[in-house]
């Protein structure tokens, strides 16, 4: 995620959406949080959880 911001800006809907493209690929996998809910779903609220706590 984080290097996907680094290289798009903080543009949500694209880096989720570049973000989940990884995850079905399996390019990235979930380290944690691995509860039945869309690779959509979790990298907008990886993606929000990163702002909040600032490491994105």
């Known amino acids: 995620m984080r290097q ?3 290289k798009h800006g903080r543009k949500p809907e694209t880096v989720c959406a570049l973000y989940s493209r990884a995850e079905r690929d399996g ?3 979930r ?3 691995k509860h039945a809910i869309s ?3 979790y990298a907008e609220r990886l993606y ?3 702002e ?3 490491w994105l």
């Open 4 to 6: 996907l911001v680094i």
């Open 27 to 29: 390019i990235v996998q």
């Open 39 to 41: 690779p959509e779903q």
């Open 52 to 54: 909040r706590k600032g």
């Open 48 to 50: 929000r959880d990163g």
């Open 31 to 33: 380290k944690s949080n």
